[in-house]
Each structure stands twice: as C-alpha cells, then as structure tokens.
Nanobody
Framework: QVQLAESGGGLVQAGGSLRPSCAAS???????????LGWFRQAPGNEREFLAD????????YYADSVEGRFTISRDNAKKTVHLQMNSLKPEDTAVYYC??????????????????????WGQGTQVTVSS
C-alpha cells in the first residue's frame, strides 16, 4: 500500500540542479494537510541521513547543515505534494532520496530532530546521481 511516491530523480553534472517531488496517496492523502513532512537520503553503506523538514503550514522549515543554502523544501497542500529543490549539486549528494510523513503537524525537535524513527510514512525512494 503505497502512501508516498517520489519522482524527479536522475543524473546531473556537478553544479547542476534537480527537483524531486513526492505525492501522497490514500490513506495518507486524507491527512496530508496536518502532516509534517521530511526528506532523507541514503547512500550505499551509509545510514539514512536527514536533509530537511517542513511543518503542516509550510511556514517552519529546518535543514541539515550539509544542505543548508543549497536545498529548499516546499509543499503544496492542495496538490498533496512535497518538493526538494536541489541546487549546486555535488558528487557527494549521490544517494537514494526518500520523502517521509508524520502523523503530527509539526516536525520533531530537540534530540529527536531529524530522526527517521519519528516518521510514519515513507516513499520507495528516487535515485539521484551527481557526476563530477
């Protein structure tokens, strides 16, 4: 039962841009407007890494230091989609990118900030490859 589905990954040269998107389907689509959302990535041999999150209204956003200033998370509650604009891409950004949703309107804070365990719904991932 797929509840989140990513698209928009691909191959890009270093310095380029990509904008992966994620669309929600039932049953998460019914609670999308009250769900905080996040983006993560995982490279081979590495743990899943937090990138960015956004609260239900889109006003509050938080970024990992590794992507601050290069990546921008946004959401469209009417279309039930979340996006990750990625600029100035580097070869070390190569990974599978995942979107995730919470059964809560706000993102986790404090010691739980950025923790994959705080998210209830996951997409299947989309591959992003940055060539040097």
């Amino acid at each position: 039962q797929v509840q989140l589905a990513e698209s928009g990954g691909g191959l890009v040269q270093a310095g380029g841009s990509l904008r992966p998107s994620c669309a929600a389907s039932a049953p998460m689509a019914h609670t999308f407007r009250t769900s905080a959302l996040g983006w993560f990535r995982q490279a081979p041999g590495n743990e899943r890494e937090f990138l960015a999150d956004i609260n239900w209204s889109g006003i509050s956003r938080y970024y990992a230091d590794s992507v601050e200033g290069r990546f921008t998370i946004s959401r469209d509650n009417a279309k039930k989609t979340v996006h990750l604009q990625m600029n100035s891409l580097k070869p070390e950004d190569t990974a599978v990118y995942y979107c995730a949703g919470r059964r809560a309107p706000v993102s986790p804070v404090g010691p739980e900030a950025g923790s994959p365990g705080q998210y209830d719904y996951w997409g299947q991932g989309t591959q992003v490859t940055v060539s040097s």
